[in-house]
């Protein structure tokens, strides 16, 4: 499987899992990665991106949020409503030795992302990251 239909199956189970997934059509773009489009003037952008392995999960959550924040601003000159991060892996049971969620909350995020969302494919539970 090629990375476009990795990002496409992903992006399907994500919507799946998400009762509030806004209706609208989901189209395959670059950078970001989806355009969910709202109606003819309003649109949402969706970068996806996995998470790599790393002996420290809160290390590679840091990591990969500082490289995709570098790009934003591209996104943001598509004139986007919103535009969302979903970070994901099938790794988090080696990390859940920990509260997930707690951690996840009491930690420190900053991002321009409307949303950042950690997705795990496995158990296809959706963590809301919060961000500042």
């Given amino acids: 499987m090629n990375q476009k239909e ?8 994500f919507r799946e899992s998400r009762d509030d997934f806004p209706q ?3 189209v395959v773009s670059e950078s970001p990665d989806f355009m969910l489009r709202i ?3 309003k649109a949402f952008g969706i970068e996806l991106t996995r998470l790599p392995e790393s002996p420290n999960f809160v ?10 924040e570098q790009k934003i601003n591209h996104y943001r000159g598509k ?11 099938n790794d988090l049971k080696k990390v ?3 509260n997930l969620d707690n951690k996840i909350n009491n930690l420190a995020f900053q991002s321009s992302f409307s949303k950042v969302f950690l997705f795990d494919l496995f158990e296809r539970q959706i963590y809301d ?3 500042h």
């Fill in 24 to 26: 609208g059509k989901l």
């Fill in 59 to 68: 290390d590679a959550l840091f990591e990969i949020m500082g490289k995709k």
């Fill in 129 to 131: 990251i919060q961000i």
């Fill in 6 to 13: 990795e990002e496409k199956l992903v992006m399907q189970y």
């Fill in 96 to 98: 859940n030795s920990f």
């Fill in 39 to 41: 109606n003819r003037k």
């Fill in 79 to 89: 004139g986007f409503i919103e535009i969302w991060l979903i970070i994901y892996t």
